[in-house]
């Protein structure tokens, strides 16, 4: 079975932008420029050749090495790309060659972004969540699943759900449980998915968090004070909502009901 020339060329696409987010996730905590200067090798600081760019052959070809110094190269940078590919061919895979499948494409980049930046340096940048409130709720305009008034409250129930989280646990402990961020990156979650996909994100969310945080802890025998930030599955959270949210709520609401 032959795949769509839609499917592929989304995926191309995907592979590229891939690419330039491998530069956000290591310029934005440093706060240098995405722009300039040109990629170059972290350690002997060599501008990356065009043909040396060419997401994963490159990597493969060069053995995960600098082309210069023979630094190894983290295998994260294809494994971006790939993730990157793989959520673009989704999106044209689930909303076809359309507006929609961009605005979603974005979206997804975004989290993709946040996702290592949190699991790197605890922190969700907000230079990413902040402009992203605005910016999405002002495609839920362009988007059919959902409408600005519906962008609205997913924006106040995102952010205002964990910023109530975020107070009750100080209350009750006197210590800060829950980073400003993490109700951010929320708020930005619920202008693209509503208030529904922002209790699917979060229900989500914690669900595959405490699978995760569990099994860590259980292999690293740490005890229950080990710290893994919560950004991540929100984001995974939401992708959920995007791609599969509609189908997920109407099941819950009409497929288990008893007859």
Same mark, same amino acid.
């Given at each position: 079975?032959?795949? $769509?020339?839609?499917?592929? #060329?989304?995926?191309?696409?995907?592979?590229?932008?891939?690419?330039? %987010?491998?530069?956000?996730?290591?310029?934005?905590?440093?706060?240098?420029?995405?722009?300039?200067?040109?990629?170059?090798?972290?350690?002997?600081?060599?501008?990356?050749?065009?043909?040396?760019?060419?997401?994963?052959?490159?990597?493969?070809? /060069?053995?995960?090495?600098?082309?210069?110094?023979?630094?190894?190269?983290?295998?994260?940078?294809?494994?971006?790309?790939? %993730?990157?590919?793989?959520?673009?061919?989704?999106?044209?895979?689930?909303?076809?060659?359309?507006?929609?499948?961009?605005?979603?494409?974005?979206?997804?980049?975004?989290? /993709?972004?946040?996702?290592?930046?949190?699991?790197?340096?605890?922190?969700?940048?907000?230079?990413?969540?902040?402009?992203?409130?605005?910016?999405?709720?002002?495609?839920?305009?362009? &988007? $059919?699943?959902?409408?600005?008034?519906?962008?609205?409250?997913?924006?106040?129930?995102?952010?205002?759900?964990?910023?109530?989280?975020?107070?009750?646990?100080?209350?009750? #402990?006197?210590?800060?449980?829950?980073?400003?961020?993490?109700?951010?990156? &929320?708020?930005?979650?619920?202008?693209? !998915?509503?208030?529904?996909? !922002? &209790?699917? #994100?979060?229900?989500?969310?914690?669900?595959?968090?405490?699978?995760?945080?569990?099994?860590?802890?259980?292999?690293?025998?740490?005890?229950?004070?080990?710290?893994?930030?919560?950004?991540?599955?929100?984001?995974?959270?939401?992708?959920?909502?995007?791609?599969?949210?509609?189908?997920?709520?109407?099941?819950? /609401?009409?497929?288990?009901? $008893?007859?």
């Amino acid at each position: 079975m032959s795949i $769509p020339f839609e499917i592929i #060329t989304g995926f191309l696409f995907g592979l590229f932008i891939g690419s330039f %987010l491998n530069v956000c996730i290591y310029r934005i905590p440093a706060n240098n420029s995405i722009v300039s200067p040109a990629s170059n090798c972290p350690r002997c600081k060599t501008p990356i050749r065009f043909y040396d760019n060419i997401p994963i052959l490159s990597y493969v070809w /060069l053995l995960g090495k600098c082309r210069s110094c023979a630094a190894r190269i983290s295998i994260r940078y294809p494994l971006v790309e790939l %993730l990157t590919g793989i959520l673009a061919a989704l999106c044209v895979l689930k909303f076809g060659f359309t507006l929609q499948a961009f605005i979603y494409f974005v979206f997804v980049s975004a989290l /993709l972004v946040i996702t290592f930046i949190d699991l790197d340096h605890r922190i969700i940048p907000d230079v990413i969540s902040l402009p992203g409130i605005p910016v999405f709720f002002a495609a839920a305009f362009l &988007l $059919p699943a959902i409408t600005p008034v519906e962008s609205i409250f997913g924006i106040l129930v995102g952010g205002g759900s964990l910023l109530l989280v975020a107070w009750a646990y100080y209350m009750l #402990t006197g210590k800060e449980g829950m980073g400003g961020g993490d109700i951010k990156l &929320l708020a930005m979650i619920g202008a693209v !998915v509503g208030w529904q996909g !922002v &209790l699917l #994100t979060i229900f989500a969310a914690s669900i595959t968090g405490t699978i995760v945080g569990g099994t860590l802890m259980l292999l690293s025998g740490r005890n229950l004070k080990l710290a893994i930030p919560f950004g991540p599955f929100l984001a995974l959270g939401a992708v959920i909502s995007v791609f599969y949210g509609r189908e997920l709520i109407q099941w819950y /609401l009409y497929g288990i009901r $008893p007859f």
